[in-house]
C-alpha cells in the first residue's frame, strides 16, 4: 500500500509566478490536510480537507493561496504570485477517517522562490 | 499563548544512553491527542508514538516511551538506548477536540544530535 505521495519534490519558482502542489492520499483515505514548514520551524497547520469540500481553512493566508481535493485525482494547493516568504517544506497528510485518526504525512514539497 | 512548548531547542546524548525531550501543552478540551514526530535530515515527516488524553497508561513503542503527567500538561518523550540514527529534529503536537477539527498544532521542535 503506497504511502502518501506529493510532487513534485523540490519546486523553483521566480517571484511572481504560480506554485501548484499536488498531493495524492494513501488509499482509502479521504481526508488531507495541509502544512507548511518555515525553515527552522514546526508545521503550521493551513488547511483540512475533503472530498470536493474545504472542512477548515483558518490556516490558509487570505490571498494567494488556495486548496482544492476534486472527486478525482490529488489534492492540488494552489499559490499565485509567490513571493519570497513563501519559501518553505509543504506538508500533506491523509486519513481515512476525522477526528479519531491518525494522519499520515507525504514527504513534503520543498518551494524556493528566487 | 503557545498551545505546544518545546523548551529544548538542541540537545547533545552520548550513544546508547537515554533521553528526555520535553513537550508541554495547553488546551481546556477533556479529549485530546498527543503525538510525537521525528524529522530526519532528509525532511520526512515519522510518527513516533501517540498518548490519548483519557489513556491511564503511557504509550510506548520500542525504544520511545511517553511519560504523560496530565496534570502538568506535559508530555515528553524518552528515548532508551540512543543510536546514531535518532540524530533528527523532534516535534510534539496535540489534535484538540472535535470542534477544533482534526489539525495538529505542532511545537518548535527539539533537535537531538547523537554522540558516538
Known amino acids: 500500500n503506497a504511502g502518501v505521495m506529493q510532487n513534485p519534490r523540490h519546486l523553483v519558482r521566480r517571484r511572481g509566478q504560480e506554485a501548484r502542489l499536488r498531493c495524492s492520499p494513501m488509499k482509502g483515505h479521504s481526508h488531507v490536510y495541509w502544512y507548511r514548514q518555515l525553515p527552522e520551524e514546526g508545521l503550521k497547520f493551513m488547511v483540512y480537507l475533503q472530498k470536493e469540500n474545504i472542512i477548515d481553512e483558518s490556516g490558509m493566508p487570505k490571498e494567494r493561496f488556495s486548496a482544492e481535493f476534486p472527486k478525482e485525482g490529488p489534492s492540488i494547493l494552489r499559490i499565485q504570485q509567490v513571493v519570497r516568504g513563501d519559501s518553505a517544506a509543504y506538508f500533506c497528510?491523509?486519513?481515512?477517517?476525522?477526528?479519531?485518526?491518525?494522519?499520515?504525512f507525504g514527504p513534503g514539497t520543498r518551494l524556493t522562490v528566487l | 499563548a503557545q498551545k505546544i512548548t518545546q523548551t529544548q531547542p538542541g540537545m547533545f546524548v552520548q550513544e546508547k544512553e537515554a533521553v528526555t525531550l520535553d513537550c508541554t501543552y495547553d488546551t481546556s478540551d477533556q479529549s485530546y491527542g498527543l503525538f510525537w514526530y521525528k524529522q530526519p535530515s532528509s525532511g520526512e515527516m515519522i510518527f513516533l508514538i501517540y498518548?490519548?488524553?483519557?489513556?491511564?497508561q503511557n504509550a510506548t513503542e520500542g525504544r520511545y516511551s511517553l511519560n504523560f503527567q496530565k496534570a502538568r500538561k506535559s508530555a515528553n518523550l524518552v528515548i532508551s538506548a540512543s543510536q546514531l540514527g535518532d540524530s533528527a529534529m523532534y516535534f510534539c503536537?496535540?489534535?484538540?477536540?472535535?470542534?477544533?477539527?482534526?489539525?495538529?498544532?505542532f511545537g518548535g521542535g527539539t533537535r537531538v544530535l547523537v554522540k558516538p
Open positions: 497528510a491523509s486519513s481515512p477517517g476525522g477526528v479519531l485518526h491518525e494522519q499520515f
Open positions: 503536537a496535540m489534535r484538540e477536540g472535535e470542534a477544533a477539527g482534526n489539525k495538529l498544532t
Open positions: 498518548q490519548g488524553s483519557y489513556d491511564e
